[in-house]
């Protein structure tokens, strides 16, 4: 998948599909999350422990590209972009035989729960994102 180092395979599930018998608009944004997990988890980090402190999501978007159905073999792509000292996006596509049918973005913001607010990201997920995507971002 061209422009994505970080790619997991997904196969369509029954609880994807709505009653249209396509994948539903929810059931992407869960991909994109399962995506991001993933991608995280290569680092040993999680949406709750980024190296100190967790994230929180408060913008996302998603375009559907194509419909998707039950039992589809899919391909999710995601990389990340570091845009200020707090918050960071995540970048997906999502392809079925080499064609998108969906993709989007998610603004992440480092969150510190235990205080309830924002914090900077803290400087081992930085060089993790920046080494891996193999540029300074």
Do not use: W
């Amino acid at each position: 998948m061209d422009g994505f180092r970080f790619v997991i395979p997904y196969d369509v599930r029954v609880a994807d599909v709505n009653y249209g018998a396509h994948v539903s608009n929810a059931a992407v944004l869960s991909f994109f999350q399962d995506a991001r997990i993933a991608y995280l988890r290569q680092f040993g980090l999680s949406e709750l422990d980024i190296g100190g402190c967790g994230i929180i999501l408060p913008e996302a978007h998603l375009n559907y590209r194509a419909e998707m159905f039950l039992g589809d073999q899919l391909v999710i792509g995601v990389r990340t972009e570091l845009r200020s000292k707090s918050s960071f996006v995540m970048v997906y596509r999502v392809e079925r035989d080499n064609t998108v049918t969906a993709d989007g973005t998610t603004n992440l913001v480092a969150f510190d729960y235990s205080r309830r607010k924002p914090v900077r990201l803290p400087q081992k997920f930085r060089d993790a994102i920046e080494i891996f995507e193999g540029k300074s971002v």
